[in-house]
């Protein structure tokens, strides 16, 4: 089965710098790489997703970049805010049956001090 | 996104006992999926519940353990059977909306403390 790797399990940096999380998947099927952002006490939410068809997403501060070939993906997070610090875990879908569900990675805490 | 909603929120219960979580979804989805996340850990994905047959469990999770039922497209439970303090932890589901679609979103998360 799938078998999603995360790094680094802890990241802190100074407000405005950048920050960036790395994940390796096993499955050369996974074809859906999402990011869920979890500040304490909450949900995990989806911040940005890219599919296998694409090399690289951006979305505002935030942009997730995809090598199929080595089978890892990205998230990069530019002009940190402190609001920004919160848990973040990557994810690949499972080929199982349904298709759709997700691995996730073991999680990055991020910390931005201003 | 889907509004989606957890009951309880949270609970305490004494070991030997079972709870049963319930998933409401405000519009019909497509997937349905029950995650467990103990404490300061990532999400690992129980079992996918199937709309009018038996749910399909990831390795580790068993039916008899976590009896799973989605009877229409738009609700699901998960019953925690026979609890040790070892079952504590956070109880998520997650959606699908639409065929197609990809994009997973979570419920608040039943939070569960085994006494």
């Known amino acids: 089965g799938e078998n999603v790797e995360q790094h680094p399990s802890t990241l802190s940096v100074q407000e405005g710098d950048s920050a960036v999380i790395k994940c390796t998947y096993s499955?050369?099927?996974?074809?859906?790489f999402p990011w869920y952002k979890q500040e304490l006490g909450k949900r995990p939410q989806l911040i940005i997703d890219?599919?296998?068809?694409?090399g690289e997403k951006k979305d505002q501060r935030i942009a997730v970049t995809l090598n199929k070939t080595a089978k890892h993906f990205s998230l990069h997070i530019t002009e940190t805010q402190p609001e920004d610090s919160a848990v973040y875990f990557c994810a690949a879908t499972s080929a199982n049956q349904a298709g759709t569900a997700l691995i996730f990675g073991k999680g990055t805490t991020l910390s931005v001090s201003s | 996104s889907a509004v989606i909603s957890q009951k309880p929120s949270r609970d305490i219960c004494q070991r030997g006992t079972s709870l049963t979580i319930q998933c409401q979804v405000d519009s019909q989805v497509t997937m349905m999926f029950w995650y467990r996340q103990q404490p300061g850990q990532s999400l690992t994905l129980i079992a996918t519940a199937n709309q009018g047959s038996e749910a399909t469990y990831e390795s580790g999770f068993v039916i008899d353990k976590f009896p799973i039922s989605r009877p229409n497209l738009t609700f699901s439970t998960l019953t925690v059977s026979n609890m040790s303090p070892e079952d504590s932890s956070i109880y998520l589901c997650?959606?699908?909306?639409?065929?197609?679609?990809?994009?997973?979103?979570f419920g608040p998360g039943t939070r569960l403390t085994v006494l």
């Open positions: 890219i599919r296998s068809n694409v």
């Open positions: 997650s959606v699908v909306r639409s065929l197609g679609s990809n994009e997973q979103f």
């Open positions: 499955d050369s099927a996974s074809n859906y």
